[in-house]
């Protein structure tokens, strides 16, 4: 009596082992899955505007100390040449030029001022033209990372969706799903189905062929018996069965690389796990539990796996699967590590216009009468005085 007590308890504990023994890996595929739903949430932006703002202003504190032959036709570059007509040219630059003189409507004033000071003019219109010609390369750094950030939603969404449904697809398809589990979910005669995309391995995990599989998936959900993948209609059931059995993610939780890389670190830590007490197959490449046998051919309840041997091996092409979702972290990765830099670079620029603005507003802020007096001083100056400050100068710099 004992003995059989002990038997049908080992019984009754092997059972409900099946019922739920593949509750770890069917909720790294669901977390897959659930990306599906969250793809809008992706949230990387970078807006250009204030940069493009900042370095325009420094055009125009650089025209305020240009020569009026530069404000009029750019220095002769707007000048017809070899029958050439540069009218609409010559417009754009008077319409820019004209804004230079342009009042604010709020104060009534002028937002720039043209420096007028001789003595001052020279060193100040060096040091803006620098400045400004910084900017300009620092800005040209700037518009390349935000290159990196353009698209980045619908580029990532893409691959996502590759990875869940097959490369270009946006929903499941049964495409050339074979007629047996055995030929969709193990890696005999090299087929190629093993390895492309989550859905088809939804299909793996909790179907089976022959009669209705162990109540596997979500605590008993399962998608039930699937004698023929290959037909549209049973297997895309079966599929939304299983989907809607899947624990859901908050659906506004942001969508970011970290949690895919982590998905996918999870995925790869459960190759495997549930092999232990097999021993003719390559069990390390087995995800979920084989049949005894070592298949993965959802017969007799058991064997409701994926068996990735073929593009696991070495020289294998991967999970094309997997390689999808992996590019779609790298893209966000590349892109949240380009908005990060772009704006340490808008700050750059940002700097730029403050020393520039400091530059300018003392320039323009100096009395008339010293800068009259300063160049009369310098008119006034004998040989030897201007020599002396000649001197001088050179002895500051090399000193």
Request: hydrophobic share 35%; aromatic share 6%.
């Amino acid at each position: 009596m004992r003995m059989e007590f002990i038997a049908t308890l080992a019984l009754a504990s092997a059972v409900q082992a099946a019922v739920n023994d593949n509750a770890a890996e069917f909720r790294v595929f669901c977390d897959v899955l659930g990306m599906d739903a969250r793809v809008d949430t992706i949230s990387i932006t970078l807006e250009g505007a204030k940069a493009t703002e900042v370095l325009e202003e420094l055009g125009y504190l650089n025209l305020t100390t240009a020569p009026d032959d530069c404000l009029k036709g750019k220095n002769g570059e707007l000048v017809n040449k070899q029958g050439g007509d540069k009218k609409t040219e010559r417009q754009e630059w008077e319409g820019h030029v004209k804004k230079l003189t342009e009042k604010d409507k709020t104060t009534g004033k002028a937002k720039y001022t043209r420096i007028t000071s001789t003595m001052r003019k020279t060193g100040v219109a060096a040091a803006i033209a620098q400045a400004y010609s910084k900017a300009i390369i620092i800005k040209q750094e700037f518009n390349d990372l935000a290159a990196q950030v353009t698209d980045v939603k619908a580029k990532a969404t893409q691959q996502i969706k590759s990875a869940l449904y097959g490369d270009g697809k946006t929903s499941f398809d049964k495409g050339d799903l074979k007629s047996t589990p055995a030929n969709d979910c193990q890696h005999e005669n090299h087929n190629r189905n093993t390895g492309k995309c989550v859905a088809w391995y939804f299909l793996c995990l909790c179907t089976a062929s022959d009669t209705d599989g162990a109540t596997r998936c979500a605590h008993g959900a399962s998608g039930g018996q699937l004698a023929n993948p290959s037909s549209l209609e049973t297997s895309k059931t079966a599929f939304d069965t299983i989907k809607n059995s899947c624990p859901e993610r908050p659906p506004d939780k942001v969508l970011a690389a970290d949690e895919i890389f982590g998905t996918i670190s999870s995925f790869e830590s459960l190759l495997g796990k549930q092999t232990s007490s097999q021993v003719s197959a390559p069990n390390h490449y087995i995800f979920v539990k084989p049949h005894t046998s070592g298949a993965c051919d959802a017969s007799s309840n058991q064997g409701m796996c994926v068996n990735y041997k073929t593009q696991l091996s070495k020289g294998g092409s991967g999970l094309r699967w997997l390689n999808n979702i992996a590019a779609a972290a790298e893209t966000l990765r590349s892109a949240e590590k380009a908005a990060q830099e772009a704006k340490a670079t808008e700050a750059k620029v940002t700097a730029i216009q403050t020393a520039v603005w400091a530059l300018y507003d003392e320039s323009v802020s100096e009395p008339a009468e010293v800068q009259e007096n300063r160049q009369l001083v310098h008119k006034q100056a004998g040989p030897r005085e201007k020599r002396n400050r000649r001197n001088l100068r050179k002895e500051k710099t090399s000193g």
